[in-house]
């Protein structure tokens, strides 16, 4: 829902890409499992390790050609790899075309058992099992050694990089990493927490994306296990942090369900029931219903619904109780007296300060609920008529 694009920064990619890189050298030298790799899956491996460009197309790439990824270069060279690693369902597309039918017509000779021809079913899980070892997301998740060090590549220091302190699918929730630098608990990890990283195309029907950076969103635990599930966005699509927010496309808004000056009077009276008097809602931008901007409002719409975020919020609605009443009560004239007192500041400075809102909209990644507050204040207050 927000747009966190600004921390993955070519400067993290650049360390992701390099240490996964060395991560997968070691692992198709050392893993076992992956002794033994068929000829197509070994130009593949071979390919991703001895090029770092070709491991920065998967590795590295923006949230943008990660969502055109099946229409890449790299998808064409490698399609029948790619292809195998999906699941039956996810593959059947894909099964018609020229390519497939040419490789099961003409089965390598070591897809073959003891002269026997494996299926494609038994074919595609195999190499989706190694693949999953080649990625190896497990590795990546944990901390190895007993001390966290910041400067260890995993998970921890990944979401410690990113900086990104609120969840960036609900902008609510905490989602920040923290641990102790200084620890010296003998025996154990000095990491107190780090933020689940949400794998936006899910690693277990894309094995091939577990490590890819864009597909990496640091979230908050209801977002990224309750509500998610197994929903793939790759046939529902919702917004994706790394590119896009909420905010290009919607708005928030509070309704008042009654009079303001009977809402401000029960807010100001602990015996009302405070949360019946506002509702959140969303005001959808006048997007033309045609290509780009159709399936915008679509993602805006999944990401929505499926995050229960109007939900989420309005079963919160009374923690917004005295920032909503502040709102209310900002009034040109109210500013104008307020201005008297702060010297120097501007008209959108003391409104800022006094409703702890940033309009320009630098805190959604560490402030709860920054994208509501902005909104709902710009809406209330144009309905005031306060120009600022
Ligand atoms: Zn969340």
Avoid at 102 to 112: A, I, K, Q
Wanted: overall charge positive; some cysteine.
């Amino acid at each position: 829902m927000i747009n966190i694009s600004h921390v993955l920064t070519p400067q993290v990619i650049e360390w992701h890409v390099d240490s996964v890189r060395k991560r997968f050298h070691s692992i198709l030298k050392n893993s076992p499992e992956l002794k033994e790799l068929s000829r197509m899956e070994a130009r593949f491996y071979r390919d991703i390790c001895v090029a770092k460009a070709t491991c920065r197309e998967l590795i590295g790439c923006s949230a943008e050609q990660l969502s055109t990824f099946f229409t890449s270069a790299l998808f064409e060279k490698h399609k029948l790899y790619f292809v195998l690693c999906l699941s039956q369902e996810l593959r059947k597309p894909y099964e018609t075309q020229p390519f497939f039918q040419h490789f099961v017509t003409n089965l390598p000779r070591d897809f073959y058992q003891n002269g026997i021809a494996q299926n494609v079913e038994d074919i595609s899980q195999m190499v989706r099992r190694r693949a999953a070892t080649f990625f190896g997301y497990g590795y990546f998740s944990k901390v190895i050694g007993k001390k966290f060090d910041k400067e260890q590549w995993n998970g921890y220091s990944f979401s410690k990089k990113l900086e990104v302190k609120v969840c960036p699918t609900c902008n609510s929730a905490d989602s920040s990493t923290v641990y102790e630098e200084q620890a010296e608990i003998e025996g154990k990890v000095s990491v107190v927490c780090r933020a689940p990283l949400d794998h936006y195309y899910s690693k277990s029907k894309y094995p091939f994306f577990a490590m890819t950076a864009a597909n990496l969103i640091p979230s908050c635990e209801r977002c990224n296990s309750s509500l998610k599930r197994e929903t793939d966005y790759m046939y529902k699509p919702h917004l994706r942090p790394y590119k896009e927010g909420l905010e290009d496309y919607a708005t928030f808004i509070c309704e008042p369900k009654a009079a303001i000056q009977d809402v401000i009077k029960a807010a100001c009276n602990p015996k009302y029931v405070k949360a019946h008097n506002y509702r959140f809602d969303v005001l959808c931008k006048q997007l033309n219903q045609k290509g780009v901007a159709r399936l915008a409002n679509e993602r805006s719409k999944n990401s929505l619904s499926d995050m229960g975020i109007l939900q989420r919020y309005n079963e919160n609605v009374e923690q917004h109780q005295a920032f909503l009443v502040k709102l209310f009560f900002t009034t040109e004239h109210f500013v104008e007296q307020q201005l008297g007192f702060f010297h120097g500041f501007t008209k959108k400075e003391v409104i800022e300060n006094y409703l702890e809102v940033d309009f320009s909209g630098v805190d959604v990644t560490y402030k709860p609920y920054a994208l509501l507050k902005k909104h709902v204040s710009q809406s209330i207050l144009d309905k005031n008529n306060v120009q600022y």
